[in-house]
């Protein structure tokens, strides 16, 4: 069970996970030692799974971020993850969900045409949505 002080490390290494121990420590009041043993439980008890970094997708020259809400049709589960591995570096993220579509595609793409590729595709095996990303919300 996480207690305050765990949800505080758990922030301020999500705002910034290079943070120095010692700097971290006196973010939530603690000796380095004590933020250390945390960090270590944190990790050992899967809590932090891994360490990362947020990139500017718009920077990189990926111009059409987007969401895209698919439901696999009937005996082509093989063929749609077949098309998701085919993309895994332009999927950021892939998850399966409840509902009539049951995943979920976070993907970058570097442009309309991209886009496009990769949604005819996806029309032969899956019906889908897009949702557009028009700017980041904070």
Do not use: W
Request: net charge positive; glycine share 2%; hydrophobic share 45%.
């Amino acid at each position: 069970m996480l207690d305050p002080t765990d949800i505080e490390i758990l922030k301020s290494l999500n705002r910034n996970c290079r943070i120095k121990l010692n700097h971290l420590a006196k973010e939530v009041h603690l000796t380095p030692p004590a933020v250390a043993a945390r960090v270590e439980r944190l990790e050992a008890t899967g809590v932090i799974r891994n360490y990362t970094i947020e990139a500017n997708l718009a920077e990189m020259g990926f111009q059409r971020q987007v969401f895209i809400q698919a439901g696999f049709k009937a005996n082509q589960k093989k063929a749609y993850l077949a098309l998701i591995k085919r993309y895994r570096n332009t999927i950021r993220h892939h998850y399966r969900t409840t509902g009539e579509m049951n995943t979920l595609i976070e993907a970058a793409f570097f442009t309309a045409a991209d886009l496009d590729d990769f949604l005819q595709q996806l029309s032969a095996v899956a019906t889908y949505r897009v949702i557009d990303v028009v700017a980041e919300a904070f």
